[in-house]
């Protein structure tokens, strides 16, 4: 839409999002068309199907004919050629923005946290802390270099948990507090149940920072959790990351690590981004209890 004038496009367009396809519309669409071009982020699933299931007698271009490059997001450039129309100069970066990385917020808890943990894990080789997703796998990047892996949601404590099985020392996970209740209980479960050594480290800003600051399942209850699933209640600390506090943090984590069992450490202060909405779910949190 965005290659014509006034996003005026002289061919029908079917746009699905949904699964399993709609198979009646789909038959409806192409009866109207000599060709069909599939612009589909992602794998090309529906584009297969367009070949295989629904056996359409039309030529279909897409990613698989090389219409569209292989892999990789598409943009307006890309769905230009592929139309072969010329490609217009569209949402462009002006040039006095200075690209960067992407950073941790100044005064995000996060950074406290990897200031914590990298001066406790001085005088180790890299290569023990594996991470989750959510804003603190920023830590990543320079000035931190926390972390050593990434791989989904809820990796991270499996992870680690293998690392300590096959034998490496200090085994540390780093995962939010949101993360944890999506997928991270389960292999904490399996730390605990295998007395696994190793320092889960949860980033509780209390709320999804990364994805634009839904509440987190764990508000208010994270450490009940944790205890539940059967952490040594001597083992578990919630600490709280600032400047003020860094030489205590290290050290909590210095003796965790020493510590050759489960031990989960509860980094918390809420996200600053979003820190009225996470007090008016405090104050909703307080209402329902009473
Ligand atoms: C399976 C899956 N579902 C959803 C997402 C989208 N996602 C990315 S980060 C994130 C949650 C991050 O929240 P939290 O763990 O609290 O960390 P924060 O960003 O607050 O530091 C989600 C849901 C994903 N990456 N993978
Ligand atoms: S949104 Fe919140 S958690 Fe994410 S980087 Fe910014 S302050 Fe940190």
Known sequence: MENYEKHNLQYPVLKIGQYPLPKKLI????????????????????????????????????????????????????????????????????????????????????????????EALQGYPKGHVMSDIGCYTLGALPPFESINSCVDMGASITMAKGLADAGVHPAIAVI?????????????????????????????????????????????????????????????????PRRRTHKENVDIIKNEIAYEDVSVIISRRECIVAIDDIREMKKELELQTL
């Open 176 to 240: 939010g507090d949101s993360t944890f209740t999506h997928s991270g209980i389960t292999g904490l479960l399996d730390c605990v149940t295998y007395h696994s050594n190793v320092v889960i480290a949860i980033l509780d800003n209390e709320i999804t920072g990364m994805t634009g600051g839904q509440r987190s399942l764990a508000l208010g209850k994270l450490e009940q959790i944790v205890m539940g699933l059967g952490v040594h209640p001597n083992h578990v600390h919630i600490i709280d």
């Open 27 to 118: 038959r409806e669409f192409a009866e109207k068309c000599d060709e069909i071009l599939v612009l589909e982020d992602g794998y090309p699933l529906i584009e297969e199907k367009l070949w295989g299931v629904f056996e359409l007698m039309m030529p279909i271009h897409g990613r698989l004919d090389g219409y569209l490059p292989r892999a990789g997001e598409l943009n307006p450039t890309i769905v230009a050629k592929a139309l072969n129309l010329p490609s217009k100069k569209l949402n462009q970066v002006p040039e006095f923005v200075a690209t960067r990385p992407p950073e941790l917020c100044p005064g995000c808890a996060h950074i406290d946290t990897y200031n914590a943990l990298n």
